[in-house]
């Protein structure tokens, strides 16, 4: 009962995504790893970008890792570009350039786990392999009336079993000719939202299993939202148990989270000659790879004194002064960041950096810096500019 109503409101309702102006499965591929954990207005210029530097898999392949960290810049979580490129190496090496289809195979790959692996098979070949994200979690859980914690084992794999069922009921519902589906997707778009009919079209082609898995998501985002859903647009508001008892608010029960934790440190910006003093993050670490100013982690309450103090023994060096820059904050996973930057003056011009080089500004922009070292290398630009 459910399949009817999420499909027909899909397609008219569907945002037009860059994404979805393709069956690509690498296009599709590199859309799902970049909404991993990111909001789609954000992910949109980063995708168009990407797929304007890398439009295949070969091009990602042979790319430089630092076009490939530079690309990625801003999203976070760069794990996910670095299994990208080594997944697209074993498509190259193992697969002559051509992504897979089957599940199994997709799944193999770097840095895909099962609902990736559902989304691009499901979304590109319209294969009968259901999806479970954040959104479709909140869908599931408030339409079946799941109170349980949707992270635990048991229900976690109800979850799944329900996503399994409703895609296999479109593959099973799928029983008109594509001529009568495309007629009747067609009429129903032209009195939609949806104002670009090859988008209608594109779309129609990848068939009911990617229909319904994106029907799931796209209602999870726009419709069936963590707070203030908007139950009155809902196609299958008339099937919801936590419409009916009264439990949206308290849907899904995803446990308790863990705690913040805060953290503090200070950042050196020295400059000579037009260059600055950075870093490259080595592997293994949080953000590996990408490019900083010298900086260590210091006590939350540290005073002005033992900042100075900390910052010279991290470079090794003696500090004439240390001028205010910027403040920046920002989180990773569950730690809340004040990152202190301050401009600093060498006590003489003999100084031979303990780590990291001199780099020219221009070059420095070039780089793919973490994002609070980004913004920071972003101000000291504004200001020579000035």
């Known amino acids: 009962m459910l399949v009817a109503p999420l499909l027909s409101w899909f397609y008219t309702h569907a945002r037009d995504l860059p994404w979805r102006r393709t069956l690509d499965p690498y296009a599709v591929w590199v859309s799902e790893i970049m909404l991993q954990q990111t909001q789609v207005k954000t992910v949109i210029p980063y995708y168009e970008r990407w797929m304007r530097e890398l439009p295949t898999i070969q091009s990602l392949a042979e790319a430089s890792s630092e076009k490939i960290h530079k690309l990625w810049e801003g999203l976070g979580y760069y794990t996910r570009v670095r299994n990208m490129q080594k997944a697209a190496q074993t498509v190259m090496q193992q697969r002559g350039g051509v992504f897979p289809s089957a599940f199994d195979d997709v799944l193999a790959l770097s840095g895909i786990g099962r609902y990736t692996a559902g989304a691009i098979c499901s979304i590109a070949f319209n294969a009968r392999a259901p999806i479970l994200d954040g959104n479709v979690i909140r869908v599931l859980t408030r339409v079946f009336g799941i109170r349980e914690n949707a992270r635990m084992k048991e229900t976690n794999a109800q979850l799944w079993q329900f996503a399994e069922e409703l895609v296999t009921a479109a593959a099973i519902a799928d029983g008109q000719s594509p001529m009568a589906k495309s007629r009747t997707i067609a009429a129903s778009a032209a009195n939609s939202r949806v104002r670009h009919s090859s988008f209608v079209i594109r779309h129609f082609l990848s068939g009911p299993c990617s229909a319904l898995n994106q029907s799931l998501m796209e209602l999870g985002a726009t419709v069936c939202t963590p707070k203030q859903p908007k ?138 810096f973490t994002s609070a070292h980004g913004r920071i290398l972003r101000r000291i630009a504004d200001g020579h500019r000035d």
């Open 231 to 368: 139950c009155n647009e809902c196609p299958v508001t008339n099937f919801c148990v936590a419409q009916r008892k009264n439990l949206i608010d308290q849907l899904p029960n995803l446990g308790e989270r863990a705690a913040a934790t805060a953290r503090r440190f200070a950042a050196c910006v020295i400059e000579r000659d037009g260059a600055v003093l950075v870093r490259q993050r080595p592997v293994g670490v949080v953000n590996a790879h990408l490019w900083e100013f010298p900086n260590v982690e210091v006590a939350l309450k540290s005073s002005a004194t033992a900042t100075h103090a900390h910052l010279e023994t991290e470079l090794g060096c003696v500090l004439d002064a240390l001028t205010p820059l910027a403040t920046v904050k920002h989180t990773i996973t569950r730690y809340r960041i004040t990152l202190e930057a301050f401009v600093g003056r060498v006590n003489g011009r003999t100084f031979q950096p303990r780590a990291g080089e001199w780099m020219p500004l221009a070059r420095a922009r070039a780089l793919p």
